[in-house]
């Protein structure tokens, strides 16, 4: 797995400058998200880890999400991944946060589709929120390492419309 290196260099040295941190809650993307922040140069010094919880009964312990709901949705909503993200940013005391969930593969409960939902959390506040649905024909890792991608890349324009406004 190879990320772009500009894009991670970017996402480094904005965080570096601007002196903040990060964590990330991993559902979909499992783990990959957190291998790119692991990947950045001096990430010791901004990534304060992250979490993998691929079963409802972690998602609810560890995450806080609403078991109810959780159930009803097969943990897959936009409001799941916003509770994920702003706990995953209380668990580790990170300035942001992004959480993922959804499908990589096609099954009955996503209405045999694939996608995921992510969310970004900064300082307490769910600052972006987005669906993202590929081809139901996408291989499952060829979904999460575009899933991971595209987040990255997301990530960096919020960075990016961070700095321009300080």
């Not at 190879?2 to 809650?25: G, H, M, P, V």
Request: glycine share 4%; charged share 20%; hydrophobic share 40%.
């Amino acid at each position: 797995m190879e990320f772009q290196k500009n894009l991670l260099d970017y996402i480094s040295q904005s965080l570096l400058t601007t002196d903040e941190t990060i964590s990330i809650a991993e559902s979909v993307t499992s783990g990959c998200l957190q291998l790119a922040f692991s990947q950045m140069p001096n990430a010791s010094l901004f990534y304060k880890g992250g979490i993998t919880t691929y079963s409802l009964e972690e998602k609810v312990r560890l995450l806080k999400v609403s078991r109810p709901e959780a159930e009803e949705c097969d943990c897959v909503s936009e409001n799941i991944a916003q509770t994920m993200a702003l706990h995953v940013a209380k668990l580790f005391e990170s300035d942001w946060s992004i959480a993922t969930t959804g499908y990589c593969t096609p099954i009955r409960d996503s209405g045999h589709k694939i996608f995921a939902h992510f969310s970004f959390s900064y300082k307490g506040e769910i600052i972006l929120n987005k669906k993202l649905e590929l081809h139901p024909k996408t291989q499952a890792l060829n979904a999460q390492l575009y899933y991971t991608e595209f987040i990255l890349g997301c990530f960096k324009s919020e960075l990016n419309g961070l700095l321009i406004l300080k």
